[in-house]
């Protein structure tokens, strides 16, 4: 069975662009999160999707991020425009259900210049 | 609210060396207590976990046991190897809003030289 699944692993930007992350979740799971690790930092939880719905998105830094869940199944998330300070590794994880353990992607280091 | 503090790495040990990585908590109510492992180019790991006080998690030769009186979940494993090279993550949860989203500390990594 696949894992979670992200794409792409790194991206380099330059400040005022615009860039688009995305997440396949294990197949079947309708729980989608979004994290991000700020170098050398905790890892902070952004926002958790049930199938197409945002179940929570109080983690979400400032309307620069968008996520998005068309259809339940992979997610995006786009940072429109990039700072300096959105730099770092942002997780995907999926879970069955909102109490079950969540299976983590292997993240997206965004460096932004 | 909730936070976690985790020694600050990098622990550099030899391969057969014991291993302790502090980690404490604080927390409302009763929290469950995670230790995750990220292996370099993987995603996270759940390694172990605890869910009351005094339980103790297991894995792969790790152990952590959630001390309640002192808030603590301290990771240890007692012969390590060149594999479990990783970065490790203590965590918390508790049931909020209908989800269990997990606090992290910062991470510790951990090198281990043959």
């Known amino acids: 069975e696949a894992g979670v699944t992200q794409f792409p692993s790194h991206s380099v930007i330059e400040k005022g662009q615009t860039v688009t992350l995305r997440c396949d979740p294990i197949?079947?799971?309708?729980?989608l999160y979004w994290y991000r690790r700020v170098m050398g930092k905790e890892i902070k939880f952004l926002l958790h999707f049930v199938k197409e719905s945002k179940q929570d998105e109080s983690g979400m830094p400032n309307n620069r991020f968008l996520a998005e869940r068309t259809g339940g199944t992979y997610s995006t998330l786009k940072v429109q425009p990039a700072e300096l300070e959105d730099s770092g590794v942002y997780f995907c994880?999926?879970?069955?259900?909102?109490?079950?353990?969540?299976?983590f992607g292997p993240g997206t280091r965004l460096t932004v210049l | 609210g909730n936070s976690v503090t985790q020694m600050e790495g990098p622990v550099t040990l030899s391969e057969e060396a014991f291993l302790t990585i502090n980690c404490t908590y604080t927390a409302t109510g009763y929290p469950s207590l995670f230790w995750y492992v990220q292996y370099p180019g993987e995603g996270l790991q759940l390694l172990l976990k605890a869910t009351k006080a005094d339980d103790k998690g297991s894995n792969k030769g790790f152990e952590a046991t959630y001390r309640k009186e002192t808030t603590s979940f301290h990771l240890e494993k007692g012969s390590v190897q060149v594999s479990d090279s990783a970065v490790y993550f203590c965590?918390?949860?508790?049931?909020?809003?209908?989800?269990?989203?997990?606090?992290f500390g910062r991470g510790t990594s951990l090198i281990v030289h043959p």
């Open positions: 197949s079947g799971h309708d729980n």
């Open positions: 965590a918390l949860s508790s049931s909020s809003g209908g989800s269990y989203i997990p606090t």
């Open positions: 994880a999926s879970s069955q259900g909102s109490y079950n353990e969540q299976f």
